[in-house]
Every structure is written in C-alpha cells, then in structure tokens.
C-alpha cells in the first residue's frame, strides 16, 4: 500500500475537508436509490489509525465516478460506490465482503493491505465477482490461481525490492540486515532485496522474520550479526516495525542506516516511534506522474483537500474499471464477470486511442460510438499481465527528514 505524510498544511487542507464532508453528509438529505444504478464495491480501513487516508482514496474513487457520471454514466446508468470498513482485520474485512456482494455490487475494489486482498482472492474468485486492488502489487504469484485475473496496479514487489537493493547499493552500503513480516508481499520483497543487493556485491548479514502479531522483538535480535551491519531494511507493518525500531534503540543507542518498504510510508509510523530514531531512513514507493492538473482539480471537486498519493492509483481504478463496463455494457448487458474482465483487459496495453483521466465522459462516449479506447493512467501505461498483476510502473524513492516524510 501507498501511503505519504502531509504537510501541515495540507494536514489542515484534508481535515477541514473531512470536517466539511461529515456536516454536509449530517445536512443534506440521502440521495434517492436508483434500482439501475451500477454498483462498484469499496473496501477501505474507515476506522482506526488509516481513518483519514482512507477517505481520501474514497474521494479519488468518488471523483473517477463524478467523471463518468456527469457524461451520461454506463449506457444510461449511473455508477453506484457501494464502500465497507475492513477494520483492517482479516474477519471483519471478509464480513464486509459479503455485506458487498449482498449488495449487489458488479466489481470489489480494494481493500487496502496485500494480505487482506489476498486472503479474499480465492472467495472472491468462488463468488465470481471481478477484484481490482489499486495499491498490490504482486508478490509471489506461485501462490497465486491466475485461473482468474486479479488485476493489481501497483509494481510488484520484486520491482519494488530490487529498486530499494540499487538504492542502498548506490549509497555505499555494503552489508544490510533484513527483517520482515510472514505476508507474501513483505517475503518477496524482501527475498527480491536480499537477491539483488549479493548480485551488486553486497551482504545480507541476517534475514529474519517478524510475526505480526509478536508483542517484542527484544529478545530475538542477533547482535552479533547487527554489530557490523550498515543498514536495516524493514519490510512490514508500521506496528512491527515501530516495535522493533524503539527496542532496537534501547539495546544500541548508535543510529543506523535505515532502508523501508512502500508500506511504511505513513506517519504511523513516525509517529510510534522515538523522536529522531528514523532520521535518514529511505523508502522505496510506486512512482506516480505528478501532473499539476489533477491535485487542482481535485482540490476544486472537494473544497480544498488534495490528493494523496494513493488517491491517484484508486482515481485509475475506478476508471479504468468505467472503462471495462462501458465495453462489458455494449457485449452484455447483464453485466457478467467475465464481460467485466474481458472489457478491464482490452482497455489496457497501448492499442486504439488513449483515453485521459480528464476525458473520461469523451472516453466512455467514444467507446459507445465503437472506437477502441484504452485507459491512460495517472500511475502510467496500464500493462497488465493475464494474471491482472501490472508489467509496468516505476519506483521513485522517499526519506525522512526533520521528522516527516519528503519524496
């Protein structure tokens, strides 16, 4: 998952924004249910510590929508966001799954955590209803049944654990300790570090495993190993990862040289540890294409809150997920799965014309009237392997500084 800290003021930005969307949802009259509407399904962390991050993704999902609605919608009818709270717990994420279905949603996208999502793939899969996760990427795909494509539209974390190995190769790190969690993304990531660091010439001292659920790390350090180490690469949950960051602390004031996976950029994280004791770290992160145009347009559909940098995958989500149901629309107009599928499939790659994120009611329309259309995402091209897991993506990387997170 991609998360970023927020200056302050745009920290105020997005709390005044929420502020405003709460009063406004507490003021304004439910909108009346539309029987014909097309129902999309969202799965975000509504409660807890990613609270306010998620609903700034929701915003990117709601403003994709906006979009395509005001353009007449999916041959007449309106798209339908259907959200849930996963709790960021695996029970409670799989009851809002069903709460979703129930509903009668046509698609699933989210949720938020490469675990989660995978743990929901194979029911998802039985139930036949089409899974887009903006911020996964694919991790060990051997355990993965591409029987059904499951389209993920971060890098994979092989590409994310090399980038991050170059990193710290390039900045003269020649031994490294890795410490990871027991999720298949977080062991390939840091199997794909650990692969390509020895390949440019460095050594992995240690590799172990962090359970998410421990309580300590404490008493599984390997000092001696950590003693000529130069760097520690986390590839975990913030939780973890600020346990093992403090108790590292007490047992070794000296500061290492700290390296972290895309989902450790959140302040979570900074803001669970000591002051000061991740100065320096370095981060690896999905790059996305920072144009001015977007963040502005956003701001102006949402009174100010800008965008995220994970509000810019789930902005191509639910577009290129548009897209696959105005082609799905047009072959079948019961809206079945492998419909879906086949339309997210030939909107991506690089034939027919490219379809903006800023021209998505053309789009849709162009692709009534016949004309082949492919989604041009904010994220980039969208290649997508037959297993839906992307082959394109770049990773750019982040550091803390001064306590806060700068890319």
Request: hydrophobic share 45%; charged share 20%; aromatic share 6%.
């Amino acid at each position: 998952m991609v998360q970023t800290a927020q200056s302050p003021r745009r920290w105020r930005a997005h709390t005044l924004g929420l502020l405003a969307l709460v009063q406004a949802a507490a003021c304004a009259p439910s909108p009346a249910a539309d029987p014909d509407a097309i129902k999309v399904g969202l799965l975000l962390p509504y409660t807890g510590a990613s609270a306010a991050t998620s609903y700034n993704l929701e915003r990117a999902i709601l403003y994709a929508r906006d979009e395509v609605n005001a353009g007449g919608g999916i041959e007449g009818h309106r798209i339908e966001v259907v959200s849930a709270d996963t709790h960021s717990d695996p029970v409670r994420a799989s009851k809002a799954m069903d709460e979703l279905i129930a509903a009668g949603v046509n698609v699933i996208i989210g949720p938020e955590s490469a675990d989660l999502a995978a743990e929901m793939k194979p029911m998802l899969d039985a139930r036949d209803v089409v899974f887009l996760s903006p911020l996964v990427g694919a991790a060990d795909d051997t355990t993965v049944d591409c029987t059904v494509p499951w389209y993920r539209l971060a890098p994979s974390s092989r590409a994310l654990g090399e980038a991050l190995a170059k990193q710290a190769r390039g900045d003269g790190i020649a031994s490294a300790a890795l410490f990871h969690s027991e999720g298949a993304y977080d062991v390939a990531l840091a199997d794909a570090f650990q692969n390509r660091f020895v390949s440019l010439g460095g050594t992995v001292s240690v590799n172990d495993l962090m359970p998410s659920d421990a309580q300590s790390y404490a008493g599984s350090f390997p000092t001696a190993q950590l003693a000529g180490t130069d760097a520690i690469v986390l590839s975990t949950t913030p939780r973890s990862a600020a346990l093992l960051v403090n108790e590292l602390r007490v047992v070794d004031t000296a500061t290492p040289h700290w390296y972290l996976s895309p989902l450790l950029k959140t302040d979570e994280l900074i803001e669970n540890v000591a002051p000061g004791a991740l100065e320096g770290a370095v981060g690896v992160t999905p790059k996305i294409d920072y144009t001015p145009d977007f963040p502005t347009s956003f701001a102006a559909h949402w009174g100010g809150d800008e965008p995220l940098d994970g509000a810019y995958f789930y902005y191509d989500a639910m577009a290129l997920v548009s897209f696959g149901l105005e082609r799905a629309a047009l072959a079948d107009p019961a809206l079945g799965a492998d419909a879906i599928r086949a339309g997210i499939a030939a909107s991506t790659g690089s034939s027919g014309e490219a379809g903006k994120w800023d021209q998505m009611a053309v789009a849709i329309q162009r692709l009534h009237d016949g004309v082949d259309m492919n989604y041009s995402g904010l994220t980039g091209p969208m290649l997508l392997q037959d297993c839906g897991d992307r082959r394109s993506g770049e990773s750019t990387t982040w550091q803390i500084k001064a306590g806060a997170i700068q890319d």
